[in-house]
């Protein structure tokens, strides 16, 4: 596609509820980056993908948190047993290379824990 | 540990004038540093980045900025603001070996208004 595109763009959801956020990256990118914007926090590291492979998940919070790529593509990001404490918006990104940093992020999934 | 203080939530300057968003950051090893811009109800995209090199960087749409090392700055600039600038921008930061150059710190953002 043209740019990065996540979804839900939205998603609420009970506390305890797992949930799944998809990414579909810029088509040949090969470095995939998985980031979430707190209220009033600035943008945390989660996860960096280099093709399927992730080199550094030092970012994610919890072992409630995973993330995995197939096929050096889409990505999903999964939380379960949802907490308060994980309403954010997760944004993803990508960039041609590996090695590299993020290029272009996508809007973001904003999900919220009731 | 690394970190990246972004001096001013808001800024606001009139068209034509001269744009200084601050970007501070302190690191036990030389970082990489970038700018990153959000465009109203848009993504964030890299505006630039200092890797190696040249101290001074130019990126997108008449943007540059100075990695000054004794300053432990990288403060960003443009000569005339546009009203097409009006976004939020990020400086952030990040180690600048292996798979860790993926992991990025973020300053927490500057809002930038252009007045006509």
């Known amino acids: 596609g043209a740019g990065v595109s996540q979804s839900p763009s939205n998603k609420v959801t009970e506390k305890g509820k797992d949930v799944e956020l998809r990414c579909d990256p810029i088509?040949?990118?090969?470095?995939l980056y998985w980031y979430r914007q707190s209220l009033g926090q600035g943008l945390e590291f989660l996860i960096y993908f280099q093709g399927n492979s992730a080199p550094d998940k030092s970012g994610l919070p919890s072992d409630r948190f995973s993330a995995e790529r197939t096929g050096g593509s889409v990505s999903t990001l999964t939380i379960q047993r949802t907490q308060q404490e994980d309403s954010a918006v997760y944004l993803c990104?990508?960039?041609?290379?590996?090695?590299?940093?993020?290029?272009?992020f996508g809007d973001g999934t904003r999900l919220s824990i009731l | 540990a690394q970190s990246v203080t972004q001096l001013g939530s808001h800024v606001s300057v009139s068209e034509g004038a001269l744009v200084l968003l601050r970007c501070n950051y302190s690191s036990s090893v030389p970082p990489y540093l970038f700018w990153y811009v959000q465009y109203p109800n848009q993504g964030l995209q890299l505006l630039l980045k200092?890797?190696?090199?040249?101290?001074l960087v130019k990126g997108i749409n008449g943007f540059e900025a100075e990695f000054k090392k004794s300053e432990t700055s990288f403060h960003l600039t443009k000569p005339s603001a546009h009203m097409s600038d009006a976004a939020e921008y990020f400086c952030a930061v990040s180690l600048n070996y292996g798979g860790s150059q993926g992991n990025l710190i973020f300053g927490k953002g500057t809002k930038l208004s252009v007045k006509p």
């Open positions: 200092y890797t190696t090199g040249a101290t």
């Open positions: 088509s040949g990118h090969t470095a």
């Open positions: 990104a990508s960039s041609l290379t590996t090695g590299g940093q993020p290029q272009h």
